[in-house]
């Protein structure tokens, strides 16, 4: 199975974040509720499972939402309370994978902000900065790298920004720009965000050693037990797993659940490793347990293929059944799925007609991509379409990536 990265690369924009609430003193919790006032609803924050709350965090989450309800019940128009909101809603989609109610909740406060005209650039240009973040981890790629061009009209010596438009000319295609930002995002700040996108980069383009070594700095520069530096790891382990040693790998997330306690991607690929081993019960015990803790589709999807390698045709299909459901919520939430549709049905239901339908709604936004054309010439290549699988291998190979798939692809396509 094709090592899955569980959120996209924009996300990382958001990783710092966590620093700015981190930063304020927490208070008494307060009840978590949806506050109505006579002007306007707010949004409420959802109460985070037992196993991630991690103490003070959650504490803080819900002092800083508290803050900012307080705040724009004075004053609806209050920009930097409605910020702030935003961020916490970022942060607790990372965290709780509760992406269809918090990110549509970010996006709507982050527009009545830009909706209005703004004399204080450094609010629009959080705002925008935010609200291209949150496209970005709903894949609207596009329409990320507009706002995101914007942002950067206000401030051009910000690395946040850079960061944003690295991951939009990354998913569209442009690895040329992609490159070009995340020099200057390295060169503004060189820290855990910026050497995440340069170990990507590097990955990209078939430098396997170096992206460990970038990503090695991420970690280095991030504080145990943060989310942010969890996941930074985590992708590490996932670069270990792929290109080195999954013994490496499987230190690498054991080494994130003794400094960030049932953190669920970890256990999930702990999962992966014991089913590589041929450990099918103690992969599907991890699997439940990291579904228990957020709803990940991906930990679903992953489970399903257990039950059907080990013979339970029916418990496979059950949870297929639900994948579906959690998709279309996804879809309903304002998340385009077509990349996590195709997958889905091309591995669990094996349904390659459908699947080629989805992959090719995603090319025909990004025909440049390499995992857009990569999917497809796997597609291709297992309907036993030659000639179109050699094509999208053609774009998919041309940055030299080392990638399992491409390296299998190239096996299967050899004249």
């Known amino acids: 199975m094709k090592i899955k990265r569980h959120l996209s690369l924009g996300a990382l924009l958001c990783l710092l974040l966590s620093f700015c609430i981190a930063c304020q003193q927490p208070s008494t919790p307060v009840e978590v509720a949806v506050a109505s006032f006579a002007k306007k609803s707010y949004p409420k924050l959802l109460t985070r499972p037992a196993a991630i709350q991690y103490g003070q965090e959650w504490d803080k989450m819900q002092s800083a939402y508290s803050q900012a309800l307080n705040a724009l019940k004075k004053n609806d128009k209050d920009h930097k309370a409605a910020l702030q909101m935003a961020r916490v809603f970022i942060i607790e989609a990372r965290v709780t994978g509760e992406h269809g109610h918090y990110y549509p909740s970010a996006l709507n406060l982050l527009d009545s902000i830009l909706t209005n005209k703004l004399t204080d650039r450094n609010i629009e240009f959080q705002a925008k900065s935010l609200k291209a973040s949150v496209l970005l981890s709903q894949h609207e790629f596009i329409e990320a790298l507009q706002v995101g061009l914007e942002a950067a009209q206000e401030y051009s ?96 997330y054991n080494r994130i659940l003794s400094e960030r306690e049932d953190y669920p991607f970890a256990i999930a690929a702990l999962a992966g490793i014991a089913e590589k081993k041929g450990d099918m019960e103690k992969a599907e015990s991890l699997l439940k347990k990291a579904c228990a803790i957020i709803p990940e589709v991906g930990f679903y999807e992953q489970l399903a293929t257990i039950y059907l390698n080990t013979n339970r045709q029916a418990e496979a299909d059950k949870l297929n059944k639900e994948v579906l459901v959690m998709l279309e919520d996804d879809v309903l939430h304002g998340h385009n799925m077509n990349m996590e549709y195709a997958r889905f049905y091309m591995d669990n239901l094996g349904d390659l007609d459908k699947a080629l339908d989805y992959a090719l709604t995603e090319y025909e936004k990004r025909p440049n991509n390499i995992d857009v054309n990569t999917l497809l010439a796997v597609i291709y290549q297992k309907g036993s379409k030659m000639t179109e699988a050699k094509k999208h291998y053609t774009i998919a190979s041309r940055t030299n990536s080392q990638d399992q798939e491409l390296r299998l692809l190239s096996d299967y396509l050899a004249d």
């Open 157 to 252: 010596y910000n690395a946040q920004i850079y960061g944003v438009l690295t991951d939009a000319y990354v998913e569209l295609g442009d690895y040329e720009k992609a490159i070009a930002m995340a020099d200057k995002m390295v060169s503004l700040r060189p820290d855990l965000r910026s050497y995440s996108r340069v170990s990507y980069l590097r990955e990209i383009h078939g430098d396997t050693d170096g992206a460990i070594e970038a990503m090695k700095l991420a970690v280095a520069a991030g504080y145990p037990g943060y989310e942010d530096t969890a996941w930074a790891r985590l992708t590490l382990g996932e670069l270990y797993e792929q290109y080195g040693s999954s013994v490496e790998a499987e230190a690498q």
